[in-house]
Nanobody, 122 residues
């Protein structure tokens, strides 16, 4: 069992940076692949980035590639999403997730945080 709590969301202007954190509880954090997803009203939850359990492998959606960086510190049971050059279209609720496989699919993630709101103004 894994419990996840996101933090770091807020209201920023276009071009600004923001760092999201995902704090995990449990004794087997490093065994889980993790990912970030986002969702806006009326649309499906969207894959943003993923990182393998060891942190050695990462992947990004084309929409955020080059702007966002996913990382994890297993010694602190924490995953991060550094978001730079934010755009209004990045506005969404951002969710942290953990699962047994390194994947882009929502189906691969059994555990989810409550979400944190990111709003980017023009």
């Amino acid at each position: 069992q894994v419990q996840l709590v996101e933090s770091g969301g807020g209201l920023v202007q276009a071009g600004a940076s923001l760092r999201l954190s995902c704090a995990a509880s449990g004794r087997t954090f490093s065994n889980y692949a993790m990912g970030w997803f986002r969702q806006v009203p009326g649309k499906e939850r969207e894959f943003i980035a993923r990182v393998s359990g060891s942190g050695s492998n990462t992947d990004y959606a084309d929409s955020v590639k080059g702007r966002f960086t996913i990382s994890r510190d297993n010694s602190k049971n924490t995953m991060y999403l550094q978001m730079n050059s934010l755009k209004p279209e990045d506005t969404a609720v951002y969710y942290c997730a953990a699962g047994g496989l390194y994947s882009k699919s929502l189906r691969a993630y059994a555990y989810w945080g409550q979400g944190t709101q990111v709003t980017v103004s023009s």
